[in-house]
């Protein structure tokens, strides 16, 4: 193993900052915009676009506001959906930064618009702590399609056997090791050097890390 490549949502960012539920909890409360609308008539017509950068962000979120909630601006929706939506795992971004301290590279692997990927990497600070993000909407693939592990791999110019997938998804997990990935299958109980027993040979796994606290 030469490079991480980690997923973002379910895995390095864990819902609302406040409690760490999923973003929407209390999006009709705070903006009057029902979830149940907002999926039907924006995430089940438009996200797979937007995800894959064929489609604007804003342009698609604009029609869908129209029609269900035409008070709301869609930069109002975006600033509270980011922000919102970025509950970091502190303890796996410190482990994180352990391995990258011991010569590993790591990634973001994840499928996002390139908004948020912005976001995630220069408000959430994302870039001071990884070595770089794919994502799906510069690849032109969302996982779990095999072009999307395909895409990240050529990008950062590593062989598919050199990289573990880190991600909370079966699907992406199977589909990264078809592709000649390693690939893990992050429930959040363990700590990462837990789960990456055996893939660090010669290293002394730290203490506070190996036990979780």
Not at 86 to 109: E, H, K, P, T
Request: charged share 25%; aromatic share 8%; glycine share 8%.
């Amino acid at each position: 193993m030469k490079a991480l490549m980690v997923d973002v949502d379910g895995v390095l960012v864990r819902g609302r900052p406040a409690d760490g539920r999923h973003w929407s909890a209390s999006l009709e409360t705070d903006l009057g915009l029902r979830p149940e609308d907002l999926h039907r008539e924006f995430f089940a017509k438009h996200w797979n676009d937007v995800v894959i950068g064929r489609a604007k962000l804003e342009d698609r979120l604009l029609a869908a506001l129209r029609h269900i909630a035409p008070h709301v601006t869609v930069e109002r929706l975006i600033e509270y959906w980011f922000a919102h939506d970025a509950c970091l795992d502190r303890r796996l971004l410190q482990d994180l930064q352990a391995l990258r301290s011991w010569g590993y590279q790591v990634y973001l692997a994840t499928n996002q618009e390139h908004r948020r990927a912005q976001y995630l990497m220069g408000t959430l600070g994302l870039a001071s702590v990884v070595d770089g993000i794919q994502y799906s909407a510069q690849i032109g693939a969302k996982k779990p399609s095999a072009a999307f592990f395909e895409g990240a791999a050529s990008a950062v110019g590593l062989l598919p056997a050199d990289i573990l997938l880190i991600d909370d998804t079966l699907e992406n997990v199977r589909t990264a090791q078809a592709c000649g990935w390693q690939g893990v299958l992050w429930s959040g109980k363990e700590s990462l050097f837990d789960v990456l027993k055996g893939q660090l040979p010669g290293r002394a796994i730290p203490l506070q890390n190996s036990t979780g606290s």
